[in-house]
């Protein structure tokens, strides 16, 4: 692990973003909520804010950090046959909380992934990215990748 012990405390922030690209079978279904298994998008919410206080014991070089708060939240665009999840960790400490948005991210794209498995097995978790950052030495990171229509900030 990095040496973070003469760092100052600052306010850190991190947005990560990804889709899982569905089918349009599967879009009907969610938009009437008649997944059999269940709400989709609580539980993937519910598993990303997990995931994402576990990121200290999950990434092995990664610091375990206090968070004060995870949001995330997921989007089904049927038009363009994509769910875009967002995750803002937010904290108090030496080191970034980038992993933990990511993280919560990943947990709940492949949450999704099973929830809704049955229907699509065709779905492609994709373009898992660290949107932006706030905080810390390096200051404000805004990542320029390529987004979907309905992700333009």
């Known amino acids: 692990m990095v040496d973070v012990g003469g760092k100052a405390v600052t306010e850190r922030s991190a947005t ?23 709400d989709a998008f609580t539980v993937a919410k519910t598993a990303a804010i ?5 990121t200290g014991n999950l990434v092995p070089m990664c610091h375990p950090l206090p968070i004060d708060v995870i ?32 993280v919560a991210v990943t947990m709940a794209a492949v949450t999704f992934y099973d929830m809704c498995k049955s229907v699509d097995k065709g779905m492609v978790i994709d373009r898992i990215y660290l949107a932006r950052k706030t905080g810390g030495k390096s200051g404000t990171y805004l990542n320029d990748a390529p987004r979907l229509p309905s992700e333009r900030e």
């Open 50 to 54: 997990l995931a994402a206080k576990q």
């Open 71 to 102: 949001d995330v939240d997921l989007t089904l665009d049927p038009d363009a046959g994509v769910v875009i999840i967002e995750a803002t960790a937010k904290t108090e400490a030496k080191t970034g909380v980038e992993m933990e948005a990511i």
């Open 16 to 38: 990560a973003r990804g889709t899982v690209r569905i089918s349009p079978e599967l879009a009907v279904i969610l938009q009437h909520g008649e997944l059999e298994k269940g």
